[in-house]
């Protein structure tokens, strides 16, 4: 458990106001592990087009985009994207709520799927395991 104490705000998009709730040790570790240079961290989310709003809600650096502007989220680009992260070379970890793959993508140790807990979300001992994963070398 990240402990007691959650922040909380309202993410606009779309016309719609959504109530969001976080625990700030998540961001920390999250910030941590970017500004270290172990992960690169991606938006691949239906969020995309207003991931800002939830960089500053957050405050977070502006991470970048794995999907273009301008086009409706499915899990089939979504899917594209990781296949084009693994494709070039890189590791990849995907967290996500609902579109977690066929682990054919873990194939050869290069990529670690998470699918977080679907009311708590992301928990210490998933970003325990990100960067364990992080740190491991290259296979």
Do not use: Y
Not at 17 to 40: F, M, N, Q
Not at 46 to 69: I, K, N, Q, S, Y
Request: charged share 25%; with cysteine; glycine share 8%.
């Amino acid at each position: 458990m990240w402990g007691p104490l959650l922040h909380r705000g309202v993410a606009h998009s779309e016309g719609v106001d959504w109530p969001i709730r976080w625990a700030p040790a998540l961001i920390s570790r999250i910030r941590g592990l970017s500004a270290a240079g172990l992960v690169e961290v991606r938006w691949c989310s239906t969020w995309c087009p207003d991931a800002d709003v939830l960089e500053r809600l957050f405050d977070l650096p502006a991470f970048g985009r794995a999907l273009p502007a301008g086009v409706e989220v499915t899990d089939a680009l979504k899917f594209a994207a990781a296949r084009r992260v693994l494709a070039s070379g890189r590791r990849l970890v995907w967290t996500d709520d609902t579109a977690v793959p066929a682990t054919r993508l873990t194939a050869g140790g290069r990529a670690l799927l998470i699918r977080p807990h679907p009311r708590r979300g992301l928990r210490p001992r998933d970003l325990t395991r990100i960067e364990a994963f992080a740190l491991r070398r290259r296979p």
